[in-house]
T-cell receptor
Framework: RKEVEQDPGPFNVPEGATVAFNCTYS??????FFWYRQDCRKEPKLLMS???SGNEDGRFTAQLNRASQYISLLIRDSKLSDSATYLC???????????FGTGTSLTVIP | DAGITQSPRHKVTETGTPVTLRCHQT?????MYWYRQDPGHGLRLIHY???????DKGEVSDGYSVSRSKTEDFLLTLESATSSQTSVYFC???????????FGPGTRLTVL
């Protein structure tokens, strides 16, 4: 079983739509959670960390559910520039390890 | 910009040849990582370093070695490249124990 699993998509949504991605993780000892964005043929870039109480950054909202072991990312009012692959990342306090999901592809359509 | 560069950015080589990829950082961060990214697998950790001469294996370390003789440089070596090592290789740094990672631009390696 993979440490981190994501729906690969693709998600094709019109501009202005709201879209949500989920990610599940297998190890309950996970300590840190992140969403990264990766554009085609580029390096992953941090979008936002995910905190236990949930957090928001502009149009982006991240939630963590430890009981069910999933994290989510909500994008409101989608822009063409949001088109990318979104990676879910889970870190462990011991072992210096981070596990990446395979990514969810989003295309925002005019 | 986390001040990370990777070289070369692209390389084509033949099976059985040695290959060394370099990751260079300008800001004296302690933690450095090498990942590979392949379709269907996401990023997988090869090796990481937590200081000069301090390294450890990751999830997919077989066939790879690393060295870190200076804080700013983390080298990844494929002693005898195989076609299964064709991939995109990313270096990353981490500012501190509680921080996330920042990635270099990547190296596209093709082993024929």
């Amino acid at each position: 079983r993979k440490e981190v699993e994501q729906d690969p998509g693709p998600f094709n949504v019109p501009e202005g739509a709201t879209v949500a991605f989920n990610c599940t993780y297998s190890n309950s000892a996970s300590q840190s959670f992140f969403w990264y964005r990766q554009d085609c043929r580029k390096e992953p870039k941090l979008l936002m960390s995910v905190y236990s109480s949930g957090n928001e950054d502009g149009r982006f909202t991240a939630q963590l559910n430890r009981a069910s072991q999933y994290i989510s990312l909500l994008i409101r009012d989608s822009k063409l520039s949001d088109s990318a692959t979104y990676l879910c990342v889970v870190g462990y306090d011991t072992g210096n390890q981070f596990y990446f999901g395979t990514g969810t592809s989003l295309t925002v359509i005019p | 910009d986390a001040g990370i560069t990777q070289s070369p950015r692209h390389k084509v080589t033949e099976t059985g040849t040695p290959v060394t990829l370099r990751c260079h950082q300008t800001e004296n961060h302690r933690y450095m990582y090498w990942y590979r990214q392949d379709p269907g697998h996401g990023l997988r950790l090869i090796h990481y370093s937590y200081g000069v001469k301090d390294t450890d294996k990751g999830e997919v370390s077989d066939g790879y070695s690393v060295s870190r003789s200076k804080t700013e440089d983390f080298l990844l070596t494929l002693e005898s490249a195989t076609s299964s090592q064709t991939s995109v290789y990313f270096c990353a740094i981490r500012l501190g124990w509680a921080d996330t990672q920042y990635f270099g631009p990547g190296t596209r390696l093709t082993v024929l």
